[in-house]
C-alpha cells in the first residue's frame, strides 16, 4: 500500500515537474526569464490562471485550447507532463528512493529539454548543455559509484575521459561529414551535449549512444523524407533516446557483444 502511495506521489510530483520544463523549453531558446512573467497564452499573452495550469488536466478540460483566444495549444506541453510523470515513475520503480534515482531524474530532464528545444528551434541552449556538464563533474566527483568507481579520482577521471570523448567524437564526424556532404553536418550544440552525457556517465555510455543514435536517426529520417521530402531532422533526440536506454542496457549489449 505505502509502495502504491509512493508510486502515485511521484507520478503526480513528475506532472508538476514536466509543467516546470514545459517553461524552460518554451523560454530558454528566446531568452524569456523563468521567473517573470507568470504562465501566458502565447498567442493572446493573457496571464494563465491556476486552475488553467494543473498538469495534464488542464489541458484535456479546455481540450488543447486557451480559454481566451481560443486558439491551440501546442500539444507538446500535454505530451512533456505525461512523458515527465512516467519517467518519474519508471525511475522510482526502477532505482528507489537513493542517490541514482536524483541524478537520473536531473539528467532525464535535461533530456527531454534538449530534445524539445532542438526539435522546435534546431538548438541545445547552452543553459542545458554546460549546466548539464558542471552537474556531471559535481556529481561524478560526490558519487563515484555512477561510474562504477571506488574513488572521487578515478570516477572524475572517467568524467573526463567521457566529456573528451562525446564531444570529440562528434566534432570529427562533423569535421567529416562537412568534408564529405560540403554543407554543416553536425551542430555544436549536438557536441556539446554528448559531452555532457560523457561527464554523467563516462565513456562507455558516449559509445553506446555515438554508435546507436545514428541508426534510430536512420529510420526515422528515412521516413520523414519520404513524408516530407525533407532530409534534414533534429539530431538531439537520437542521442538523448540511446543516452537514456544506455544508463539501463549499455552494460547489457557491450557483455552480449563483447563479452565485458
Known amino acids: 500500500m505505502q509502495d502504491t502511495l509512493f508510486k502515485i506521489f511521484f507520478f503526480i510530483l513528475g506532472a508538476c515537474w514536466g509543467s516546470f ?19 501566458f497564452c502565447p498567442h493572446c499573452r493573457n496571464n494563465i490562471k491556476w486552475y488553467d495550469n494543473i498538469p495534464i488536466l488542464s489541458y484535456l478540460l479546455l481540450k488543447g485550447k486557451c ?26 520503480s526502477r532505482l528507489g528512493f537513493s542517490i541514482r534515482f536524483f541524478v537520473m531524474l536531473i539528467f532525464s530532464s535535461l533530456l527531454i529539454i534538449a530534445t524539445f528545444t532542438d526539435i522546435e528551434h534546431r538548438i541545445i541552449p547552452d543553459q542545458i548543455n554546460l549546466g548539464g556538464l558542471f552537474l556531471g563533474i559535481l556529481f ?3 558519487f563515484p559509484y555512477l561510474h562504477n568507481k571506488p574513488t572521487m579520482i578515478s570516477s572524475l577521471i572517467s ?9 570529440g567524437l562528434l566534432y570529427i564526424s562533423g569535421l567529416i561529414g562537412k568534408i564529405i556532404f560540403r554543407k554543416e553536418a553536425m551542430g ?7 559531452a555532457m552525457v560523457g561527464a554523467f556517465w563516462g565513456p562507455k555510455l558516449v559509445l553506446f549512444s555515438f554508435f546507436t543514435a545514428p541508426f534510430l536517426g536512420a529510420i526515422f529520417g528515412l521516413i520523414w523524407k519520404i513524408k ?21 542496457y549499455s552494460e547489457k549489449v557491450f557483455r552480449y557483444l563483447f563479452g565485458f
Open 228 to 248: 516530407t521530402k525533407k532530409s534534414e531532422i533534429p539530431y538531439g533526440p537520437f542521442l538523448a533516446i540511446t543516452s537514456f536506454l544506455g544508463v539501463f
Open 67 to 92: 480559454r481566451y483566444c481560443k486558439k491551440p495549444i501546442s500539444f507538446r506541453y500535454f505530451l512533456v507532463e505525461i512523458l515527465s510523470a512516467v519517467l518519474f515513475l519508471f525511475l522510482y
Open 188 to 194: 555544436g550544440g549536438d557536441v556539446k551535449f554528448l
Open 159 to 167: 568524467c573526463g575521459i567521457g566529456i573528451l570523448l562525446g564531444g
Open 140 to 142: 561524478s566527483g560526490f
Open 21 to 39: 520544463l514545459n517553461v524552460l523549453i518554451y523560454r530558454l531558446p528566446r531568452d524569456i526569464s523563468i521567473v517573470k512573467p507568470g504562465s
